[in-house]
């Protein structure tokens, strides 16, 4: 009887044809595996934003800084907790300073004037700045700040644009040094110094 056998034949050759191309087609659709990164389910990869650098985070900072034979140590805090430190809040910026003289040879020093540049910024750079704040000594020739006499003031950091997320404060302090024990010529000093401070967004309404 040999038309069955042909029949049996030529669906072996289907059967075996049909598997050698499904074989060369590579990893069928149905099948799972991992996507590629043209894959347009995978899912995207976040990035942190970097933290905003805060001077004040513990709630208070000392620094020293040198203007000529002066030595300043000034120590910077608010009353205001960070926290409250918002764009719109009025941010008090209180200090209190101290020189030393080297060589402490008897010539005082004094603060003839104090001043702050209050300048909002954002991760991609600084907006206007703040009007200056500015505190010039009553008294000639200048607030004695020879320790142990200090001097202390608080200014006010006023409303920033609310996309500010940091305020940056630019302090300069102009220092009158005593020429010599007992002189009423003086030497003009000046010391700077920055300080960063993170501002946190303001509620949802």
Not at 158 to 181: H, N, S, W
Request: aromatic share 6%; net charge negative; proline share 10%.
């Amino acid at each position: 009887m040999p038309t069955p056998r042909i029949r049996v034949s030529l669906a072996l050759a289907v059967a075996l044809t049909t598997g050698a191309v499904l074989t060369g087609c590579g990893t069928p659709p149905w099948e799972g595996g991992g996507g590629s990164a043209a894959d347009p389910t995978a899912t995207p990869t976040a990035t942190a934003p970097a933290p905003v650098p805060n001077d004040l985070s513990s709630g208070s900072t000392q620094r020293e800084l040198q203007a000529g034979a002066v030595a300043a140590t000034i120590d910077y805090w608010s009353t205001l907790s960070m926290d409250q430190w918002t764009p719109g809040a009025l941010k008090p910026l209180n200090l209190s300073l101290s020189t030393t003289v080297t060589p402490d040879d008897g010539k005082k020093v004094y603060l003839q004037q104090a001043s702050v540049v209050a300048i909002p910024a954002t991760a991609t750079g600084q907006l206007a700045p703040l009007a200056a704040q500015t505190d010039t000594a009553t008294v000639n020739p200048g607030y004695l700040v020879l320790s142990p006499q200090s001097y202390s003031q608080t200014f006010q950091i006023g409303a920033v644009p609310e996309e500010a997320d940091r305020v940056i404060l630019q302090i300069t302090y102009d220092f009158l040094m005593q020429t010599a024990p007992d002189s009423a010529d003086y030497a003009k000093q000046t010391a700077t110094d920055v300080l960063t401070v993170a501002l946190t967004a303001p509620p949802a309404p």
